[in-house]
């Protein structure tokens, strides 16, 4: 396979679950909205939405004050953000055109009534009421797309790369959640068992979309920062968390190892990041310390992707 | 003006069913079949690019539901027409980059030749695979009455247009699944296979077993990007960019996920001067530095080759005639438009003094662009094109002002005509011709207008080859 045709896969892919997870963090902040009284909190999140996207500076450079109408059109539709939802479809959409030949006609229909079904929100002006229905055909056209992938796609390199650019960019994303909010996790006395923890807790579960998911893994008992760190970190069931991401990963570089009839002996930079994971338990983490394992665990992750992009991307 | 469907108020026999059919389609399953066919094109992403176009900078080429039909017996004499052209051009090609017979025997001006644009002194004495230099090329024709067929262009450099002629014969065939039934219709889908069995027979010398083919695009903002992709998936070759391809040692490879590949044909859809930027434009980051040195070595094909374009610039044109009679010692099966030549005195005198009833066009301008309709034009247009042809002769000819034939169109679902030219896409390799029985026809959608070019509000149409 072509090099770039791999790389365009990749991107095609992570952008795809770049505007999808940028949807998932509107929609938090849209309930808290909703929720009277909150209005420290309320502020803090929206702030927080900018950290994790690793675009406050930027905004603030643009917008100069904190405003909720400005940032969701900011996330949603500003050319001016390179992460905005509506550069993210357009970057995939580049990307995919570039390699529609290496997938499936209907894959490429997703992505293409996706691009133009977004586009047509473009042309109106945005009210903020707007923002729910938004957010769910982003939400819906994106799973529908993973799916036509896992559907209709050849099991071939190709699909490696798509899948690959999806968990690595989860992994990613997963990470910086966490640790924009690392300091709600953290055990504290004044604060443990009040409702603003719980209700902070719950927040987090939901910009992860697994609020739901974690009561069925952990039955209807309180939530409490053990249980989310678990759930968010370490669980291998949970399709957001970091370890879910690691050992998808893992597998799909192995396939490409294979497929590609490479040294077997190698060891792989992955395979230390996964077996690490695998031993761990929430108090180690605790231990070694929360934001530093997140800050270790975000640059082992990003030195994977150089090697891939090395590997695989250059090809020369 | 000829009327291809209707002669003398009678349905011309190869449109018999096809008018019955259309007069009695109901109104709204013609607007029903139309968006259908629209979202169809939408949604396959047969788009053009459009680059003074700041939003999404794409648009659908208008797509009519009025096929464009030819009989057997005019087909065949096409064929023979671009067949005979696409020899004579490779043949005057091959003689200008080497002995300039045609310029010893004074058939052609020297200077016409060596001081075009289009004319590469790097390719002087340099013997390209087969001595085949255009192996694709994309004849315009227009239709004047009903014997005649003449050539208005012969596109010689990166034709486009092919895939829509394969297109929208799959949107015909959708639409309207019956008429396909019942009329004994020529398919087109071999085109792409032909052009990999022609582009093969033209492997440069060092290359050993299966020639490599890839096909060189600009990118994804090129207005013909999607017939690149389509291309590239139909033949099963890699579609690559500058970017892709390295030299090393004279041999040319493309980047893989395994390493790099060597590759022996470049079907290239980027223009000369992009092509090395070690040899033309070195601001150019298209092209790919040292594949001009690859290809001099014989270790790579450039297709078309360098310089090719000069055969098909608008003065040589009007010699077309005169190079056919050279190299085969034939009459033209296809004929010329009558063209008057400003660089000759007496004929630029002429232009001159008759340009509201002629056409004017510069020698090198493309897409409709650069030209003068001289019966649509006001005073102040024609003093200023005056005015340009005084200053350089040279750059400019004239035509008379043409009847294109007409094909009905449905505008507003019932049928009105428009008028249209005709561009089939021939190959020519390694003793080989291949020519699908079919086409590209090209429609000015606006009543009246000569402009068929997509860049200028044209649309096309399926065009049907009857078997006989």
């Known amino acids: 396979m072509l090099s770039r045709t791999a790389e365009n896969l990749y991107w095609t892919a992570r952008y795809l679950e770049r505007a999808d997870s940028i949807v998932r963090l509107l929609e938090v902040a849209y309930r808290i909205s909703l929720i009277p009284n909150t209005k420290e909190g309320y502020d803090n999140e929206w702030e927080s939405i900018l950290a994790t996207s690793g675009i406050k500076n930027e905004y603030l450079s643009i917008y100069k004050e904190i405003k909720k109408e400005k940032i969701e059109f900011f996330l949603l539709f500003d050319d001016r953000n390179s992460s905005s939802v509506k550069n993210c479809i357009t970057s995939a ?83 910086r ?64 968390s970091l370890f879910f991401s690691v050992e998808k990963i893992s597998y799909h570089l192995k396939r490409l190892k294979n497929h590609y009839k490479e040294n077997k002996n190698f060891p792989s930079k992955i395979e230390n990041v996964f077996r690490k994971l695998k031993k761990l338990s929430v108090n180690d983490i605790l231990d070694e310390g929360l934001h530093e394992f997140l800050t270790t665990f975000i640059k082992d992750i990003s030195t994977v992707y150089s090697d891939l992009e090395k590997k695989y991307f250059l090809g020369s | ?51 003074n176009n700041y939003d999404v900078s794409e648009r659908l080429i208008p797509f009519d539901l009025f096929p464009r039909i030819l009989s057997a017996s005019e087909w065949i004499k096409i064929e023979r027409g671009i067949k005979q052209r696409s020899i004579a051009i490779n043949a005057f090609l091959n003689d200008v980059y080497h002995r300039a017979e045609i310029i010893k025997a004074k058939i052609i001006p020297e200077k016409l030749i060596y001081n075009n644009p289009a004319y590469d002194i790097k390719m002087v004495g340099f013997n390209v695979p087969k001595n085949i230099y255009s192996p694709i090329i994309g004849t315009d024709i227009i239709r004047t009455n009903e014997i005649d067929f003449k050539v208005l262009e012969d596109n010689c450099r990166t034709p486009s247009g092919v895939s829509y002629m394969i297109e929208n014969r799959e949107i015909m065939m959708r639409m309207f699944p019956e008429l396909f039934q019942s009329l004994n219709i020529e398919a ?110 014989g270790y790579v094909n450039i297709c ?154 044209g649309g096309v149409k399926d065009t049907w080859v009857l078997a006989d």
């Open chain 1, 93 to 175: 959409r580049e990307n995919i055109k570039m390699v529609r030949t290496a997938v499936t006609l209907e894959v490429w229909n997703a992505v293409n009534s996706f691009f133009y079904s977004y586009f047509d929100l473009t042309k109106k002006k945005y009210y903020t009421k707007d923002l729910p229905e938004i957010i769910d055909l982003v939400k819906r056209n994106v799973n529908l797309i993973k799916g036509t992938i896992i559907n209709t796609q050849l099991l071939n390199d190709g699909f490696d790369f798509l899948i690959l650019g999806n968990y690595f960019e989860r992994a990613d994303f997963t990470a």
């Open chain 1, 177 to 240: 959640i966490i640790d924009v909010k690392y300091f709600i996790l953290l055990p504290s006395t004044s604060l443990i068992g009040t409702q603003i923890d719980n209700f902070q807790w719950s927040l987090m579960l939901r910009s992860v979309s697994s609020y739901r998911a974690f009561k069925w893994a952990y039955g209807n008992s309180e939530i409490d920062y053990i249980k989310i760190i678990d759930f968010l970190i370490l669980n291998s069931k949970c399709p957001r």
């Open chain 2, 1 to 51: 003006m000829f009327n291809e469907v209707i002669n003398k108020s009678t349905v011309r026999s190869p449109y018999n069913k096809v008018f019955n059919w259309a007069e009695a389609l109901p109104k709204n399953t013609i607007l029903k079949k139309q968006i259908q066919a629209e979202n169809l094109f939408k949604k396959i992403g047969v788009t053009f690019s459009v680059y």
């Open chain 2, 188 to 297: 087109v889908d071999s085109y792409p296979s032909y052009l990999v069995d022609i582009l093969k027979s033209l492997a440069p010398k060092k290359c050993k077993g299966d020639p490599k083919i890839v096909i060189l695009t600009p990118g994804h903002l090129n207005s013909a990007y999607y017939e690149h992709s389509f291309l590239a998936d139909l033949m099963g070759v890699e579609l690559v960019q500058g970017s892709d391809l390295f030299v090393n040692n004279n041999i040319t490879y493309m980047k893989t996920t395994e390493g790099p590949k060597k590759i022996d044909i470049i079907y290239r859809r980027i223009d000369d001067e992009y092509l090395d930027p070690l040899y033309y434009k070195n601001d150019s980051l298209l092209g790919v530095p040292g594949v001009i040195t690859s290809y001099k070595t």
């Open chain 2, 304 to 457: 078309s080759a360098p310089g090719a374009g000069l055969a098909d610039d608008k003065a040589v044109y009007t010699f077309m005639p005169d190079i056919i009679k050279f190299y085969l010692g034939e009459e033209p099966v296809l004929k010329n438009i009558k063209t008057w030549r400003c660089y000759d005195v007496k004929e630029c005198k002429y232009v001159i003094n008759n340009l509201e009833k002629l056409v004017v066009k510069e020698v090198h301008g493309s897409g409709g662009y650069g030209m003068l309709i001289g019966s649509k034009a006001s005073k102040k247009e024609l003093n200023i094109f005056k005015n340009k042809i005084n200053k350089d002769p040279e750059n400019f000819i004239a035509q008379p002002i043409l009847e294109l034939s007409t094909v009905p169109i449905f505008d507003k679902s019932s049928l009105s005509d428009r008028h249209v030219d005709l561009r089939p896409f021939s190959l020519i390799g390694h003793k080989k011709f291949k020519l699908v029985s079919g086409a590209l026809t090209r429609v000015a959608l606006k009543k009246n207008s000569l402009i068929v070019n997509s860049s200028q509000g």
